[in-house]
Nanobody, 123 residues
Framework: QVQLVESGGGLVQAGGSLRLSCAAS????????MGWFRQAPGKEREFVAA????????YYADSVKGRFTISRDNAKNTVYLQMNSLQPEDTAVYYC????????????????WGQGTQVTVAS
């Protein structure tokens, strides 16, 4: 049973920073791609960032490129999302997830999801 537990969300002023963490258990963490998604009220869940099993490949949505950084620590079974220069439009519930396929950014290919952590950016 794969378990993903996010933490680090909260309320921050526009221009501020937060670091989200996602602790994984239940399978060999270091063998799988990890991704971050977000869902704002009334909107579809959208892709934010993904990182390959080794950390050697990363990919970002255009809306966060240059502001967010995804990283992982395989020794700690944890993936991170460093979010800088936050804006009100970044307000959402952020989810980490992992797919069965080796590499994908497609939401429907992600099989395991955390419960989410709320990020609120005040203007």
């Amino acid at each position: 049973q794969v378990q993903l537990v996010e933490s680090g969300g909260g309320l921050v002023q526009a221009g501020g920073s937060l670091r989200l963490s996602c602790a994984a258990s239940g399978r060999t963490f270091s063998s799988y791609t990890m991704g971050w998604f977000r869902q704002a009220p009334g909107k579809e869940r959208e892709f934010v960032a993904a990182i390959s099993w080794s950390g050697g490949t990363t990919y970002y949505a255009d809306s966060v490129k240059g502001r967010f950084t995804i990283s992982r620590d395989n020794a700690k079974n944890t993936v991170y999302l460093q979010m800088n220069s936050l804006q009100p439009e970044d307000t959402a519930v952020y989810y980490c997830a992992t797919p069965r396929s080796p590499w994908t950014i497609q939401k429907y290919e992600y099989d395991y999801w955390g419960q989410g952590t709320q990020v609120t950016v005040a203007s």
